[in-house]
Nanobody, 125 residues
Framework: QLQLVESGGGLVQPGESLRLSCAAP????????IAWFRQAPGKEREGVSC???????NYAESVKGRFTVSRDVRKNTVYLQMNSLKPEDTAVYYC???????????????????WGQGTQVNVSS
């Protein structure tokens, strides 16, 4: 069973940045496609970004040019760098994973098998 642990959320002002981290204690993430989803109160869950095992990436239109997903194999961690944050980015952010060692692409559909507990991001002045 893959356990995912997110960190890095918090309260920032509009225009500021945050970096979220996703770790997997006791497991390697090398063979997993990883994605970030978010859910705001009263809204549907939304796929934000993903990264494949070969570092292919995909982004929601709402975050293109502002968010960057990356993976550090040495640290066994996936990151979501979020710049120019807006109030509408406020949500709980989830790290999710699927075993997919061969595919160079990843998807923002929600059919990922493993989900973290989430980390809260609040963007407010």
């Amino acid at each position: 069973q893959l356990q995912l642990v997110e960190s890095g959320g918090g309260l920032v002002q509009p225009g500021e940045s945050l970096r979220l981290s996703c770790a997997a204690p006791g497991s390697r993430l090398d063979s997993y496609a990883i994605a970030w989803f978010r859910q705001a109160p009263g809204k549907e869950r939304e796929g934000v970004s993903c990264i494949s095992v070969t570092r292919g990436t995909n982004y929601a239109e709402s975050v293109k040019g502002r968010f960057t997903v990356s993976r550090d194999v040495r640290k066994n961690t996936v990151y979501l760098q979020m710049n120019s944050l807006k109030p509408e980015d406020t949500a709980v952010y989830y790290c999710v994973a699927n075993w997919n060692p061969r595919s160079p692409i990843c998807t923002l559909s929600s059919n990922y098998a493993y989900w973290g507990q989430g980390t809260q991001v609040n963007v407010s002045s």
